[in-house]
T-cell receptor, first 111, second 113 residues
Framework: AAGVIQSPRHLIKEKRETATLKCYPIPRHDTVYWYQQGPGQDPQFLISFYEKMQSDKGSIPDRFSAQQFSDYHSELNMSSLELGDSALYFC??????????FGPGTRLLVL | AQSVSQHNHHVILSEAASLELGCNYSYGGTVNLFWYVQYPGQHLQLLLKYFSGDPLVKGIKGFEAEFIKSKFSFNLRKPSVQWSDTAEYFCALRTGGYNKLIFGAGTRLAVHP
Protein backbone atom coordinates (compact mmCIF):
# COMPACT_ATOMS: atom_id res chain seq x y z
CA ALA A 1 0.00 0.00 0.00
CA ALA A 2 1.13 3.52 -0.72
CA GLY A 3 2.58 5.42 2.20
CA VAL A 4 3.32 9.01 3.06
CA ILE A 5 6.35 10.27 1.15
CA GLN A 6 8.65 12.94 2.46
CA SER A 7 11.55 14.64 0.78
CA PRO A 8 14.32 15.15 1.30
CA ARG A 9 15.11 12.46 3.85
CA HIS A 10 18.17 14.29 5.12
CA LEU A 11 19.05 17.96 4.97
CA ILE A 12 22.02 19.91 6.23
CA LYS A 13 21.80 23.69 6.41
CA GLU A 14 23.73 26.53 7.96
CA LYS A 15 22.31 29.01 10.44
CA ARG A 16 20.14 31.70 8.90
CA GLU A 17 19.55 29.65 5.75
CA THR A 18 16.14 28.51 4.53
CA ALA A 19 14.79 25.01 4.02
CA THR A 20 11.74 23.55 2.32
CA LEU A 21 10.39 20.16 3.32
CA LYS A 22 7.85 18.34 1.19
CA CYS A 23 5.16 15.84 2.06
CA TYR A 24 3.06 13.74 -0.27
CA PRO A 25 0.08 12.18 1.54
CA ILE A 26 -1.42 8.78 0.99
CA PRO A 27 -3.76 8.92 -2.05
CA ARG A 28 -7.28 10.13 -1.16
CA HIS A 29 -6.13 11.48 2.19
CA ASP A 30 -7.26 15.08 2.51
CA THR A 31 -5.55 16.09 5.76
CA VAL A 32 -1.86 16.66 6.37
CA TYR A 33 -0.15 17.20 9.72
CA TRP A 34 3.39 18.33 10.47
CA TYR A 35 5.24 17.32 13.64
CA GLN A 36 8.70 18.13 14.97
CA GLN A 37 10.64 15.59 17.02
CA GLY A 38 13.75 16.87 18.74
CA PRO A 39 16.48 14.48 19.91
CA GLY A 40 15.07 12.24 22.62
CA GLN A 41 11.76 14.08 22.55
CA ASP A 42 8.19 13.15 21.70
CA PRO A 43 6.71 14.52 18.48
CA GLN A 44 5.26 18.00 18.83
CA PHE A 45 2.47 19.19 16.55
CA LEU A 46 3.30 22.13 14.31
CA ILE A 47 0.43 22.68 11.89
CA SER A 48 -2.24 20.87 9.89
CA PHE A 49 -4.22 21.37 6.70
CA TYR A 50 -7.58 20.03 5.60
CA GLU A 51 -8.66 20.48 2.01
CA LYS A 52 -5.89 23.01 1.44
CA MET A 53 -6.91 25.20 4.35
CA GLN A 54 -5.03 25.48 7.62
CA SER A 55 -7.07 23.55 10.16
CA ASP A 56 -4.98 23.80 13.31
CA LYS A 57 -1.80 25.43 14.51
CA GLY A 58 0.51 24.31 17.26
CA SER A 59 3.91 25.40 18.44
CA ILE A 60 5.16 26.53 15.06
CA PRO A 61 7.63 29.43 15.06
CA ASP A 62 6.76 32.52 13.06
CA ARG A 63 9.85 31.79 10.94
CA PHE A 64 8.06 28.71 9.61
CA SER A 65 5.18 28.62 7.18
CA ALA A 66 3.36 25.86 5.41
CA GLN A 67 0.72 25.27 2.81
CA GLN A 68 -1.19 22.49 1.14
CA PHE A 69 -1.49 22.48 -2.62
CA SER A 70 -4.27 21.45 -5.00
CA ASP A 71 -2.80 17.95 -5.32
CA TYR A 72 -2.86 17.72 -1.48
CA HIS A 73 0.88 17.67 -1.08
CA SER A 74 2.23 20.03 1.55
CA GLU A 75 5.40 22.04 2.02
CA LEU A 76 6.93 23.32 5.22
CA ASN A 77 9.07 26.39 4.67
CA MET A 78 11.61 27.24 7.32
CA SER A 79 13.56 30.50 7.26
CA SER A 80 16.34 32.01 9.37
CA LEU A 81 17.23 28.56 10.59
CA GLU A 82 18.58 28.22 14.10
CA LEU A 83 20.63 25.46 15.70
CA GLY A 84 17.58 24.50 17.74
CA ASP A 85 15.63 23.71 14.59
CA SER A 86 17.71 20.55 14.18
CA ALA A 87 15.18 17.78 14.50
CA LEU A 88 13.23 15.09 12.73
CA TYR A 89 10.23 16.54 10.91
CA PHE A 90 7.38 14.14 10.35
CA CYS A 91 4.43 14.54 8.09
CA UNK A 92 1.30 12.49 8.65
CA UNK A 93 -1.84 12.17 6.56
CA UNK A 94 -5.35 10.98 7.21
CA UNK A 95 -8.70 10.61 5.54
CA UNK A 96 -12.00 11.71 7.08
CA UNK A 97 -11.80 11.02 10.82
CA UNK A 98 -9.23 8.34 10.18
CA UNK A 99 -5.96 7.37 11.74
CA UNK A 100 -2.89 9.45 11.00
CA UNK A 101 -0.19 7.60 9.11
CA PHE A 102 3.31 8.94 9.34
CA GLY A 103 5.97 9.40 6.72
CA PRO A 104 9.64 8.46 7.20
CA GLY A 105 10.55 11.98 8.25
CA THR A 106 13.11 14.53 7.17
CA ARG A 107 16.14 14.78 9.41
CA LEU A 108 17.29 18.39 9.45
CA LEU A 109 20.67 19.36 10.80
CA VAL A 110 21.48 23.03 11.22
CA LEU A 111 25.16 23.84 11.59
CA ALA B 1 -5.47 21.29 28.30
CA GLN B 2 -5.15 17.74 27.10
CA SER B 3 -2.08 15.75 28.05
CA VAL B 4 -0.70 12.23 27.95
CA SER B 5 1.48 10.74 30.63
CA GLN B 6 3.69 7.69 30.21
CA HIS B 7 5.09 6.65 33.54
CA ASN B 8 7.98 4.46 32.48
CA HIS B 9 10.63 6.21 30.43
CA HIS B 10 12.92 3.20 30.17
CA VAL B 11 12.03 -0.47 30.47
CA ILE B 12 14.47 -3.37 30.21
CA LEU B 13 13.16 -6.91 29.80
CA SER B 14 14.44 -10.31 28.87
CA GLU B 15 12.94 -12.17 25.93
CA ALA B 16 9.69 -13.98 26.75
CA ALA B 17 8.93 -11.63 29.64
CA SER B 18 5.53 -9.98 29.75
CA LEU B 19 5.19 -6.29 29.02
CA GLU B 20 2.87 -3.62 30.28
CA LEU B 21 3.44 0.04 29.49
CA GLY B 22 1.34 2.59 31.28
CA CYS B 23 -0.48 5.48 29.62
CA ASN B 24 -2.81 7.94 31.30
CA TYR B 25 -4.47 10.90 29.70
CA SER B 26 -6.09 14.08 30.83
CA TYR B 27 -9.27 15.10 29.00
CA GLY B 28 -12.88 15.06 30.05
CA GLY B 29 -14.55 14.37 26.73
CA THR B 30 -14.55 11.70 24.06
CA VAL B 31 -11.10 10.60 22.98
CA ASN B 32 -9.39 8.49 20.40
CA LEU B 33 -6.30 6.73 21.71
CA PHE B 34 -3.32 5.31 19.87
CA TRP B 35 -0.10 3.49 20.45
CA TYR B 36 2.69 4.12 17.97
CA VAL B 37 6.06 2.36 17.85
CA GLN B 38 9.30 3.88 16.60
CA TYR B 39 12.11 1.44 15.83
CA PRO B 40 15.62 2.87 15.95
CA GLY B 41 16.11 5.34 13.13
CA GLN B 42 12.64 4.77 11.73
CA HIS B 43 9.34 6.59 11.57
CA LEU B 44 6.29 6.17 13.75
CA GLN B 45 4.20 3.12 12.98
CA LEU B 46 0.70 2.49 14.27
CA LEU B 47 0.45 -0.44 16.68
CA LEU B 48 -3.22 -0.14 17.60
CA LYS B 49 -6.01 2.34 18.15
CA TYR B 50 -9.19 2.80 20.15
CA PHE B 51 -12.10 4.84 18.86
CA SER B 52 -15.14 3.24 20.51
CA GLY B 53 -16.71 -0.11 21.34
CA ASP B 54 -14.80 -3.01 22.89
CA PRO B 55 -12.29 -1.43 25.26
CA LEU B 56 -9.81 -4.25 24.67
CA VAL B 57 -8.15 -3.65 21.32
CA LYS B 58 -5.73 -5.90 19.56
CA GLY B 59 -3.00 -4.60 17.33
CA ILE B 60 -0.16 -5.87 15.25
CA LYS B 61 2.69 -8.06 16.43
CA GLY B 62 0.74 -9.50 19.36
CA PHE B 63 0.19 -6.20 21.16
CA GLU B 64 -3.06 -5.28 22.85
CA ALA B 65 -4.30 -2.38 24.93
CA GLU B 66 -7.18 -1.82 27.28
CA PHE B 67 -9.11 1.43 27.56
CA ILE B 68 -10.34 2.00 31.10
CA LYS B 69 -12.42 5.15 31.02
CA SER B 70 -12.76 5.44 34.79
CA LYS B 71 -8.99 5.45 35.16
CA PHE B 72 -8.28 7.57 32.05
CA SER B 73 -5.85 4.84 31.06
CA PHE B 74 -4.86 3.01 27.90
CA ASN B 75 -2.11 0.58 28.87
CA LEU B 76 -0.22 -1.44 26.29
CA ARG B 77 0.45 -5.12 26.88
CA LYS B 78 2.22 -8.03 25.28
CA PRO B 79 2.41 -11.46 26.94
CA SER B 80 5.84 -12.39 25.62
CA VAL B 81 8.29 -9.87 24.19
CA GLN B 82 10.93 -10.54 21.58
CA TRP B 83 14.29 -8.93 20.94
CA SER B 84 12.76 -7.33 17.84
CA ASP B 85 10.35 -5.37 20.06
CA THR B 86 13.22 -3.13 21.12
CA ALA B 87 11.93 0.32 20.22
CA GLU B 88 10.35 3.45 21.62
CA TYR B 89 6.63 3.35 22.26
CA PHE B 90 4.42 6.42 22.20
CA CYS B 91 0.90 6.73 23.51
CA ALA B 92 -1.14 9.43 21.79
CA LEU B 93 -4.48 11.14 22.25
CA ARG B 94 -6.81 12.78 19.78
CA THR B 95 -9.90 14.69 20.81
CA GLY B 96 -11.62 14.85 17.46
CA GLY B 97 -11.53 13.33 14.02
CA TYR B 98 -9.29 15.90 12.39
CA ASN B 99 -7.46 17.01 15.48
CA LYS B 100 -3.77 16.81 16.13
CA LEU B 101 -2.21 13.99 18.07
CA ILE B 102 -0.89 14.74 21.53
CA PHE B 103 1.93 12.40 22.40
CA GLY B 104 3.27 11.14 25.67
CA ALA B 105 6.99 11.39 26.34
CA GLY B 106 7.55 7.85 25.12
CA THR B 107 8.86 4.66 26.72
CA ARG B 108 12.13 3.25 25.50
CA LEU B 109 11.99 -0.55 25.64
CA ALA B 110 15.12 -2.68 25.47
CA VAL B 111 14.68 -6.46 25.19
CA HIS B 112 17.70 -8.61 25.89
CA PRO B 113 18.03 -12.03 24.25
Amino acid sequence: AAGVIQSPRHLIKEKRETATLKCYPIPRHDTVYWYQQGPGQDPQFLISFYEKMQSDKGSIPDRFSAQQFSDYHSELNMSSLELGDSALYFCASSGPKETQYFGPGTRLLVL
Amino acid sequence: AQSVSQHNHHVILSEAASLELGCNYSYGGTVNLFWYVQYPGQHLQLLLKYFSGDPLVKGIKGFEAEFIKSKFSFNLRKPSVQWSDTAEYFCALRTGGYNKLIFGAGTRLAVHP
